[in-house]
């Protein structure tokens, strides 16, 4: 039998699980279909798998749990609730979008609500095959999430891009497992470290090759450039809410993964060596090659994409600093926050913008077109989400660029910093051409023919979404010290 402390300490994994099954219980037995009460449920499941974390983090961590499968630590817990908030703010923005869509089907929920037990379980496994499982159940919802409009050509190209570029990539990583584990004997991270340590220096060529395939796999999750072909369609083809989900949880899941194996498995000096400057290379092209594309971008999804890409870079450009001199954990936690708030956001107002019009038209930049005298509340959101993203202060993506950069100088990654500020400066006109388009651009004669509707749940997603922006950008301490746990 678990032990209390176990069950305890898994709270947050489990409650989203039981949260899911119920959704799919009362839409099967109680024939119960409308979209409002499984978003209902969704939202209360998260408040308590929260709340639990909550308790946990004001406690001494429950450390590893499941004979060393799963390691429930601070950082776990703190990405578990960025997970959560960007869960939350799904499920509030994704109500009308399913109604509009011809989509309201209670199962969207429970799928969301796996996914995120899938990423608690990738940030808290010590085992790469508890990571392996934790990857499957994040994958397999987002699969069908991506397709959820079953009716719409571009939503089932999105969905089978997705499903055979992430079944690839899956295999790299169970490949890149079995590797690993027959050079060290072990497939625990703590094993690993330990049988690479034991070596002196010396690094077996099989050890190099399943590290290579295991990073390609976590690579294509986060979008790193050249791993990256997928986003720009499977976004363009998903509902706008699944594909900020997609590009803000996934990519958080994924990081959270990532500083795990390198920090622990690949921490000794031998191997450590050779990962950075892997890292930084993938950093670099994916800062320079998402915001050059970026640019050429007429659709909101896709430039978004792109950002996403090039995003991935400036995240990569702190793993480098963490595997050069140990710091930088902290800033990618406050980053992915910041980050999971202003994409999300972002895809909110694409989604209200992008039902106005049942064709793809509908996310063309030119919609936005004086948008700030049709609708100034949506405009006032999205050019704060844009600002944030080019990092213009007081918005908080300011300062989670600055902690980027700033760690990168420290560990003496200089050359990457100033690539990244580079990139930035590039990523800035393609953000603040949004907001010319709403503010000095006239709207085209047929914008007002369709209105736009706000929902009670858009407004409450969208006022969440920028007090966060503004409230951490002026005020980042209560933000840092979890990331301090986090790191």
């Known amino acids: 039998m678990m032990p209390r402390t176990d069950v305890a300490a898994l709270l947050p994994i489990l409650l989203p699980c039981a949260g899911g099954i119920w959704i799919l219980l009362q839409v099967a037995l109680m024939q119960r279909r409308t979209l409002r009460a499984g978003a209902a449920l969704a939202l209360l499941f998260l408040g308590c798998s929260a709340a639990a974390t909550v308790m946990l983090l004001g406690r001494a961590a429950p450390g590893e749990i499941l004979g060393g499968a799963l390691l429930i630590d601070g950082r776990a817990l703190a990405f578990h609730l960025v997970f959560v908030a960007v869960a939350t703010l799904t499920v509030l923005v994704s109500i009308a979008q399913l109604e509009s869509a011809d989509a309201a089907h209670g199962e969207f929920y429970a799928l969301l609500l796996f996914a ?173 090659l998402g915001n050059l594309i970026a640019l050429a971008q007429q659709n909101i999804k896709r430039m978004l994409a792109y950002s996403s890409i090039a995003n991935a870079g400036y995240l990569l450009v702190a793993l480098a600093a963490v595997g050069t001199n140990g710091g930088g954990a902290a800033s990618i936690y406050f980053y992915l926050a910041i980050y999971g708030f202003m994409t999300v956001g972002a895809f909110a107002v694409a989604a209200i913008i992008g039902r106005a019009d049942e064709s793809d038209q509908g996310f063309a930049l030119t919609s936005y077109a004086g948008l700030g005298r049709r609708r100034p509340f949506l405009a006032a959101a999205m050019a704060l989400f844009m600002l944030s993203l080019t990092g213009i202060p007081p918005a908080a993506g300011f300062m989670a660029k600055f902690y980027i950069f700033r760690d990168a100088v420290r560990a003496g990654l200089i050359p990457l910093a100033a690539i990244g500020l580079l990139a930035s400066v590039i990523g800035a006109f393609y953000y603040l051409r949004v907001v010319v388009q709403m503010y000095f651009r006239e709207p085209a004669p047929e914008a007002g023919a369709t209105p736009l509707f706000v929902t009670t749940a858009d407004a409450v997603a969208l006022t969440l979404a920028a007090a966060a922006i503004l409230y951490f950008g002026l005020v980042p301490s209560g933000l840092l010290n979890l990331a301090r746990i986090a790191g």
């Open 116 to 288: 995120v037990a899938g990423m608690t379980i990738m940030a808290s496994s010590e085992n790469l095959l508890t990571l392996f499982l934790g990857l499957e159940l994040l994958s397999i919802p987002l699969y069908a999430l991506a397709g959820f409009t079953r009716d719409k050509v571009y939503s089932i190209e999105a969905a089978l891009k997705y499903f055979l570029l992430g079944a690839f990539s899956t295999g790299f990583v169970l490949y890149g497992i079995a590797l690993l584990y027959g050079s060290t004997g072990h497939i625990d991270l703590t094993g690993i470290a330990g049988a690479i340590g034991a070596t002196g220096g010396a690094v077996d060529p099989l050890l190099l090759a399943g590290a290579a395939l295991l990073l390609v796999g976590l690579a294509f999750k986060i979008a790193a450039v050249p791993f990256h072909f997928w986003a720009p369609d499977v976004y363009q083809g998903a509902l706008a809410p699944v594909a900020g989900f997609m590009a803000t949880g996934t990519k958080a899941a994924a990081f959270a993964m990532l500083l795990r194996v390198m920090t622990v498995a690949f921490d000794a000096g031998p191997i450590r060596a050779r990962w950075v400057p892997v890292i930084s290379t993938l950093a670099i092209l994916s800062m320079l």
